[in-house]
């Protein structure tokens, strides 16, 4: 077995030595190759505003060859002058498949893919307990570790990512709680996955964004998903708009005052979904009145979109997978924002009510958390870390419940 470490890299000369560095002082006897492609598009190198990237991106190819005699290192150059993205070829999508199609050249199926971003740090144990999951899974097409961003010292900057990632752990949580088969929260730079599983379904669409999230659907679909890592992923955030959404998109949205992309989903939305899986083994039968089910018939522009699962099903499971494949992550996130948006819950508001209903049992003092808010650094600070570990416990009970 050979384990791949797969990054991506644009406008990271200032970055990428600490966490090639982690590369280097990895504890593990499995053979590792790191693969990194330098990428951006060619007509940048014609554009004033985009040139000094360019230039940070020879300079990072400069580094990378500097660390040759440290570790096994493979570089895609998709930077210099006339070997850019051209055309629609553009974004991290493209950099990843990239990448995968370098290494599917020579991987074997058993062959682990562990996709980091180049500013990414992880602990010296990081890959050797990711080859230890797989080795105890190995059914397991995936594995997605859990994530911690740290703090980088810039007040901005931290307010931004902090707010960000309440609102993703918010999420998680309330997915979790429901027992959602989409209970995970896709980062690019938390991703595993064996060569065989890549393979399985027909690689990874090179969108301009959110590719982590289509792809980790997909696996979801088909087969096994590891949810949880003993060894975390602490990804960087930082202001940068070089995907189209995400953690630093929104960080800019943020800073900016608008999180309206971004909104802190009132617990109650996720009953609804609930309620609907609660109901399946009745809507293998008939249609019933429920909320989320009307605005499904909406999104699919049929009352009747049930109708054909339940003639090419003939038992319920098949049928329960049929409905999870088709109301699956996207569908439930939609419905989220548009229910958030229709019902004007504020995120402050809703936070508490999520802290209330997901804390009422555990120790910690309500009302001084409720005293709390999403302006001070202190208070992100406090929000954050109560999340994480809640998560951290929730995604460590539902692994265990299904090992």
């Not at 960087?236 to 005052?257: C, L």
């Not at 083994?281 to 249609?287: A, C, F, I, R």
């Not at 555990?362 to 208070?379: F, Q, T």
Request: overall charge neutral; hydrophobic content about 40%.
């Amino acid at each position: 077995m050979k384990i791949y470490l797969a990054l991506p890299a644009l406008n990271e000369a200032d970055f990428i030595s600490t966490t090639l560095d982690c590369i280097v002082n990895q504890q593990s006897t499995i053979d590792v190759e790191t693969v990194i492609c330098v990428n951006q598009p060619d007509e940048w190198w014609e554009n004033p505003e985009k040139i000094s990237i360019c230039e940070n991106n020879i300079k990072t190819l400069k580094l990378l060859q500097s660390y040759q005699k440290q570790m096994s290192i493979s570089i895609i150059d998709r930077c210099t002058k006339g070997k850019g993205w051209k055309g629609k070829e553009i974004g991290v999508g493209y950099a990843r498949k990239t990448i995968m199609d370098f290494i599917g050249e020579k991987a074997a199926d058993e062959d682990i893919i562990i996709s980091m971003d180049a500013d990414t740090l992880i602990d010296p144990d990081y890959v050797e307990s990711i080859a230890q999951n797989f080795l105890r899974n190995p059914d397991a097409m995936a594995i997605l570790a859990p994530y911690y961003h740290p703090l980088s010292g810039n007040k901005d900057a931290d307010k931004s990512m902090l707010r960000y990632e309440i609102y993703m752990r918010n999420y998680a949580i309330n997915m979790l709680r429901i027992d959602s088969p989409f209970a995970y929260t896709a980062l690019g730079s938390a991703i595993a996955y064996k060569q065989w599983a890549y393979r399985k379904i027909g690689g990874m669409s090179p969108v301009k964004s959110g590719e982590d999230f289509y792809f980790l659907q997909q696996i979801r679909k088909v087969g096994k998903l590891i949810i949880w890592n003993d060894s975390i992923v602490k990804p960087a955030a930082r202001f940068s708009d070089r995907v189209f959404f995400g953690t630093g998109p929104a960080m800019i949205k943020g800073n900016e005052g608008n999180w309206e992309s971004y909104p802190i989903y009132h617990t109650s939305l996720f009953d609804h979904v609930l309620v609907f899986y609660k109901n399946i083994e009745t809507l293998y039968q008939k249609d019933e009145s429920l909320v989320f089910l009307d605005y499904l018939k909406e999104q699919f522009k049929n009352q009747n979109f049930l109708e054909p699962l339940r003639k090419n099903f003939k038992n319920l499971e098949q049928f329960k997978k049929a409905v999870h494949t088709k109301v699956d992550g996207l569908r439930i996130l939609q419905f989220m924002k548009a229910q958030q948006k229709e019902l004007n819950y504020d995120d402050l508001s809703s936070l508490k009510e999520n802290i209330v209903f997901h804390f009422a049992d555990d120790e910690i003092n309500l009302s001084n958390c409720l005293n709390r808010n999403l302006e001070k650094m202190e208070d992100l600070i406090y929000f954050r870390d109560l999340l994480f570990e809640k998560e951290l416990k929730m995604l460590k009970l539902k692994n265990d419940k299904n090992q």
